[in-house]
């Protein structure tokens, strides 16, 4: 972390913008969330990739966290963060990465969903010596990866064969339709569903002799809906401490709440056809188009003035490498404002986890538009 | 450039892979289209980002050579490449950037396409005694950027302001529009077009007394076909240098040809919906999906064995951040073949310049898929 040695308006564009004031809201309105339901939260740290942004984040470096890739969990465990879940499905080629790490006395736990694979774990851990704990992947929705909660056979099959050297430490599902809804009753049904089918997968285990002690469920979507979720012992969700138009678009939040924005500058115009070009590209926005399939098309992201507030009906129309164009919203009457070469623009994004993943720092604005610190944050396998 | 200290079995994936033969070809296909036209070649380096690339597809560091962004200029000046076009509209604030650079003897190039850039070129340019050497843009295609090639007045009045402290080197364009096209023909014209117009933009100049030694025209789907350019100086393409799908279906390549590709590992399976799960998610192909507008739409990826044979009809289907869902290509009537957890694949790109961003090194694979170099690559600006 670097403190005082930038300010909005001299930085190099395009670049990251953090309200850390948002940020701080959207980890407050999770924590008391989960607080009052009496699970743990394990938050996702694949969207921030960022030591200084998970310090800002987690309670304590014991807390639990989530990675999505092993270059994660050696970046955070070499920061101190302690007990990590991989969440993704380990391949043979990984095991030894895993076991480095475990051994500098980092809990990294990881997860499988089959037979071969759990061989495969077991067979390591016999011969590290290191019972390494090991969570059943469960496909609630038909979305991705994972055993059906309802697969007696597979369940207690792949159970079998990790206990013989491997831990079973329990259950985890992502319910990653969820992103396809718009609406909160429908966020509510998806979140008892997840909670209920990966409860259901447990149970078959413990029936099984397996003591299963670890459910953990979540998805950013589900979690910010108040479910009772009898039987699940941890929440896991990442893009809300950023926010984005997805989000927004699916009802978890407004545009207001988003903490993450690209801070860019007018390069030019093309006033016959009411463009206003800037230097925010695909390179700095992403690709990610999230919100193109929602009921509002936000483009390649709503555009904000340089204190982070919302100009109504301005979108980043199109995207080349390293130009950006900035129009009204089609379908709307207004006509784009006056603004100058050299004006500075923030755009909120499609989806945080992208768009972040373009950058290699966050600058980190604080109280009343004070520019505070930079955060570094790091990608890589 | 480090070597032999990795091979394709054992590197962590997902990763980059460069085929340098078949990048070799490409360098030399366009080098001999060009030479046949007697006109110099600019090469963009935005795709590549690496030193040791540039290094490979240059012929010397004296050669010409066309940026993106100021940290490419930093980069590859700090590097030894010496003649420098950033073919981005400057901004008031990249300017002390751009004179910094230039006083280290590379020869920065920039361009503007108003007269109120122009000005702000020209003051700083007359306060630092540096006639920086600046290129008007031209806008021949509706794409994006630049001024109208028969735009008069605001030529005049653009290289007016200009040659007032920096020098009007000429004109250059970027006829984006052509990645739209799908035959030949089409791109001849394009092609046409874009030499004829930007001449055009020049002979006005000229006639006003700017001496404009520089027109410069560029695209790769404009470059790769034999059209005569009279009076074009210079022609920039970039993506070439890989190729990549979107290019194979404007038909500037085929899918054989392309030197980029994603090595990801095989981790699961979901056999009831015939879905092979790999490592490599849209973190690792980009978020580009460049070819769904196309003839043939080829998803997030063409699907190669480990030592880069294609696969016929295996597409990766979708993505999530880590994930990707390999499958056959809808409508189609085959299956997935039995691939094993652990094994390799390599997946060819929608769009070179994208995916390579995501990433930091590219693997290098030599003669008869020997394993030679790393060649670190860089972002941000």
Same mark, same amino acid.
């Given at each position: 972390m670097t403190k005082g040695d930038w300010n909005l308006g001299d930085v190099t564009t395009p670049c990251l913008v953090v309200d850390k004031g948002k940020m701080q809201a959207n980890l407050d309105r999770l924590a008391s969330m989960v607080a009052a339901q009496s699970i743990a939260l394990r /938050?996702?740290?694949k969207t921030v990739k960022s030591i200084d942004a998970a310090r800002f984040a987690l309670p304590s470096q014991q807390a639990p966290a989530t990675v999505s890739t092993l270059a %994660? &969990? %050696?970046? @955070?465990g070499r920061a101190g963060f302690a007990d990590l879940l991989y969440a993704v499905a380990v391949s043979p080629q990984k095991l030894d990465r895993v076991l480095a790490l475990r051994a500098t006395g980092v809990d990294l736990k990881i997860i499988v969903d089959s037979v071969e694979m759990a061989e495969s774990v077991a067979a390591r851990a *016999?011969?590290?010596g290191d019972p390494i704990p090991t969570l059943i992947e469960i496909d609630v929705d038909d979305h991705r990866s994972g055993v059906k909660p309802d697969d007696t056979d597979n369940l207690r099959a792949i159970a079998t064969v990790l206990s013989n050297g491997a831990s079973v430490h329990g259950v985890m599902t992502h319910a990653g339709e969820s992103y396809e809804l718009s609406s909160e009753a429908d966020r509510m049904e998806a979140a008892r569903q997840e909670a209920e089918r990966t409860v259901q997968a447990a149970t078959i285990l413990r029936d099984a002799g397996h003591a299963c002690p670890t459910v953990s469920v979540g998805s950013t979507p589900t979690a910010f809906v108040p479910v009772a979720r009898p039987g699940v012992t941890e929440l896991r969700a990442g893009v809300y401490m950023f926010f984005d138009l997805v989000q927004a678009g699916i009802g978890a939040c407004s545009p207001s709440d988003i903490a993450l924005s690209v801070l860019t500058t007018v390069i030019g115009h093309q006033h016959a056809k009411d463009w206003i070009i800037v230097d925010a590209g695909w390179m700095a926005l992403s690709r990610d188009r999230g919100t193109a399939g929602q009921k509002v098309d936000q483009f390649y992201g709503m555009v904000c003035n340089d204190a982070g507030e919302i100009l109504d009906d301005l979108v980043v129309l199109r995207t080349n490498q390293e130009h950006g164009v900035i129009s009204v919203r089609p379908g709307t009457t207004g006509t784009v404002?006056?603004? /100058?070469? !050299?004006? *500075?623009? +923030?755009?909120?994004?499609?989806?945080?986890?992208? =768009? &972040?993943?373009?950058?290699? *720092?966050y600058h980190v604005v604080g109280e &009343? !538009?004070? =520019?505070?610190?930079?955060? /570094? +944050? @790091? !990608?890589g396998w």
């Open positions: /938050p996702h740290l %994660e &969990a %050696e970046q @955070f *016999r011969q590290a404002p006056d603004l /100058p070469i !050299g004006t *500075r623009l +923030r755009i909120l994004p499609n989806h945080a986890c992208a =768009t &972040a993943a373009q950058h290699d *720092r &009343a !538009g004070a =520019t505070s610190e930079i955060w /570094p +944050r @790091f !990608g």
